[in-house]
């Protein structure tokens, strides 16, 4: 664990933070063995005094240098051969980070997890002051304000009050998207409304259990770190009374701070606390899709950024483009900064959607984030019906998915063997319900299955046509 803040003690300061992170993380332990059995903290100040806007957009910037120069590729060479992941957390600002790679050079870590930055007990207001110090640090002019309806007052006061402060600022514009997070496959619709616009994105939703969706949809992979804000309305502290106990006892035993009994039922400590903790479900949630913790390191648990130099243009992927197609992929990176806001809510299962490999997105060593474990447990469940030849069980995108997964394991060689024999059996199975081009395609991964003389180019060529027709 880094602590980053000025080390200037205060009520909010890292002596109180800093122990409500100690005591998640104990209980995350607790209840989380398997992955939270041990941790170590080191404490990391930055100098200085700023405002919390100031503070924390200077933070996201300084975490945003994670991406910078990170143009990784499939390759996982230079990895350490223990599990470990970082939690970064600024208690000041209520800043938290998961990254990857053990070093304690912060910013020279070019591989770690998805980053949670949640903005505990940041005010509306500097929220938007952090999002717009953002997006003039990286040269941005436009990004898409995403509210999530199905939230809620709530969410609609704060996205006014961050339009309003993003009114005032000059050369930063604010587009606003609706989402309605009821309804299916909605966020991917109201992104690939915001991708018209900019690839910056903020979304505003009390539904933390988003940030594990958008994580693990296949299309969404390329972010930016995502951010979200707790507060409460009715709090039964008598439940947690445990807990602001041992917080209080921490910030004594090892911070030399005491805090008042009348300040110990604190909304920010409770907030930095419930926060980590949800972070530590999310990694276990991930963990138990990826298995990416629970092996050796070689065998995954780091994430690279495969792709342009970070960070990316704020232009519209039609902007950017010049011959579409003509291109390896016909997507440019999506940047989402996630601001969910309000109400810690139980996290809900996972939500998938239809896959594509992309050009520029995040490896996790040599397999995607989300896309293997889905489509493995596609593998496993269709396995005996493929060999069968039982037409029904499958769909025709995702007959195409599993031929553009058997390609992508054959080229990354990847330990899953299984799917490499389903070219053959799937082509045949569905190749009378297919278009001329599906089969044309499907015949040219067959062929590829089968010799396995082609160049790493030709794979991919294949596969992108593949995830195009899927």
């Given at each position: 664990?880094?602590?980053?803040?000025?080390?200037?003690?205060?009520?909010?300061?890292?002596?109180?933070?800093?122990?409500?992170?100690?005591?998640?993380?104990?209980?995350?332990?607790?209840?989380?063995?398997?992955?939270?059995?041990?941790?170590?903290?080191?404490?990391?100040?930055?100098?200085?005094?700023?405002?919390?806007?100031?503070?924390?957009?200077?933070?996201?910037?300084?975490?945003?240098?994670?991406?910078?120069?990170?143009?990784?590729?499939?390759?996982?060479?230079?990895?350490?051969?223990?599990?470990?992941?970082?939690?970064?957390?600024?208690?000041?600002?209520?800043?938290?980070?998961?990254?990857?790679?053990?070093?304690?050079?912060?910013?020279?870590?070019?591989?770690?997890?998805?980053?949670?930055?949640?903005?505990?007990?940041?005010?509306?207001?500097?929220?938007?002051?952090?999002?717009?110090?953002?997006?003039?640090?990286?040269?941005?002019?436009?990004?898409?304000?995403?509210?999530?309806?199905?939230?809620?007052?709530?969410?609609?006061?704060?996205?006014?009050?961050?339009?309003?402060?993003?009114?005032?600022?000059?050369?930063?514009?604010?587009?606003?998207?609706?989402?309605?997070?009821?309804?299916?496959?909605?966020?991917?619709?109201?992104?690939?409304?915001?991708?018209?616009?900019?690839?910056?994105?903020?979304?505003?939703?009390?539904?933390?259990?988003?940030?594990?969706?958008?994580?693990?949809?296949?299309?969404?992979?390329?972010?930016?770190?995502?951010?979200?804000?707790?507060?409460?309305?009715?709090?039964?502290?008598?439940?947690?009374?445990?807990?602001?106990?041992?917080?209080?006892?921490?910030?004594?035993?090892?911070?030399?701070?005491?805090?008042?009994?009348?300040?110990?039922?604190?909304?920010?400590?409770?907030?930095?606390?419930?926060?980590?903790?949800?972070?530590?479900?999310?990694?276990?949630?991930?963990?138990?899709?990826?298995?990416?913790?629970?092996?050796?390191?070689?065998?995954?648990?780091?994430?690279?950024?495969?792709?342009?130099?970070?960070?990316?243009?704020?232009?519209?992927?039609?902007?950017?483009?010049?011959?579409?197609?003509?291109?390896?992929?016909?997507?440019?990176?999506?940047?989402?900064?996630?601001?969910?806001?309000?109400?810690?809510?139980?996290?809900?299962?996972?939500?998938?959607?239809?896959?594509?490999?992309?050009?520029?997105?995040?490896?996790?060593?040599?397999?995607?984030?989300?896309?293997?474990?889905?489509?493995?447990?596609?593998?496993?469940?269709?396995?005996?019906?493929?060999?069968?030849?039982?037409?029904?069980?499958?769909?025709?995108?995702?007959?195409?998915?599993?031929?553009?997964?058997?390609?992508f394991l054959k080229k990354t060689a990847a330990p899953l063997e299984a799917p490499g024999k389903f070219v053959p059996q799937i082509l045949a199975i569905v190749k009378p319900d297919l278009k001329p081009e599906q089969a044309a395609v499907l015949e040219q991964a067959r062929d590829m299955m089968q010799d396995g003389g082609q160049s790493p180019d030709d794979i991919r060529a294949v596969?992108?046509?593949?995830?195009?027709?899927?």
């Amino acid at each position: 664990m880094i602590i980053a803040g000025s080390g200037s003690p205060n009520s909010l300061g890292y002596e109180t933070m800093g122990s409500a992170y100690d005591v998640a993380i104990n209980k995350a332990g607790e209840l989380y063995p398997d992955i939270f059995r041990s941790f170590a903290v080191t404490r990391h100040f930055t100098s200085g005094k700023f405002s919390c806007a100031d503070a924390t957009g200077e933070t996201i910037v300084a975490l945003g240098e994670l991406f910078a120069q990170s143009t990784g590729n499939f390759s996982s060479g230079g990895q350490l051969g223990e599990r470990e992941f970082r939690v970064v957390l600024s208690p000041e600002d209520d800043i938290t980070v998961i990254t990857s790679l053990a070093t304690l050079g912060l910013l020279d870590d070019k591989r770690r997890f998805p980053t949670v930055l949640p903005f505990g007990g940041i005010s509306y207001n500097n929220l938007g002051l952090a999002i717009i110090a953002v997006v003039r640090r990286y040269g941005w002019s436009t990004f898409n304000l995403v509210c999530d309806t199905a939230s809620g007052i709530g969410v609609e006061v704060a996205c006014g009050i961050v339009r309003q402060t993003v009114l005032a600022a000059r050369n930063v514009n604010a587009v606003s998207i609706p989402l309605d997070s009821n309804t299916d496959a909605a966020i991917e619709t109201a992104l690939q409304s915001c991708s018209t616009r900019s690839s910056v994105t903020v979304l505003a939703t009390i539904f933390p259990e988003l940030y594990v969706t958008i994580l693990m949809t296949d299309s969404l992979q390329q972010i930016l770190p995502f951010a979200f804000s707790l507060t409460f309305g009715n709090i039964n502290w008598t439940a947690v009374s445990g807990e602001v106990t041992q917080i209080a006892e921490r910030s004594r035993s090892n911070y030399n701070l005491t805090i008042p009994s009348n300040m110990q039922r604190n909304i920010a400590q409770l907030g930095t606390f419930e926060s980590a903790l949800i972070l530590t479900q999310t990694v276990l949630q991930l963990n138990s899709e990826t298995k990416s913790l629970s092996t050796p390191m070689t065998q995954g648990s780091s994430i690279r950024w495969f792709g342009v130099t970070f960070p990316p243009s704020d232009k519209p992927n039609s902007d950017r483009r010049s011959n579409e197609r003509e291109t390896v992929t016909a997507v440019i990176a999506t940047v989402i900064v996630a601001a969910i806001i309000l109400l810690l809510t139980s996290f809900s299962i996972w939500r998938t959607s239809k896959t594509k490999y992309y050009n520029q997105t995040w490896i996790l060593d040599s397999e995607r984030l989300g896309w293997i474990p889905l489509e493995t447990q596609i593998c496993q469940e269709h396995h005996q019906q493929l060999l069968q030849g039982i037409r029904s069980a499958f769909d025709i995108p995702t007959a195409l998915r599993l031929c553009c997964l058997s390609l992508f394991l054959k080229k990354t060689a990847a330990p899953l063997e299984a799917p490499g024999k389903f070219v053959p059996q799937i082509l045949a199975i569905v190749k009378p319900d297919l278009k001329p081009e599906q089969a044309a395609v499907l015949e040219q991964a067959r062929d590829m299955m089968q010799d396995g003389g082609q160049s790493p180019d030709d794979i991919r060529a294949v596969i992108l046509k593949l995830a195009d027709l899927a």
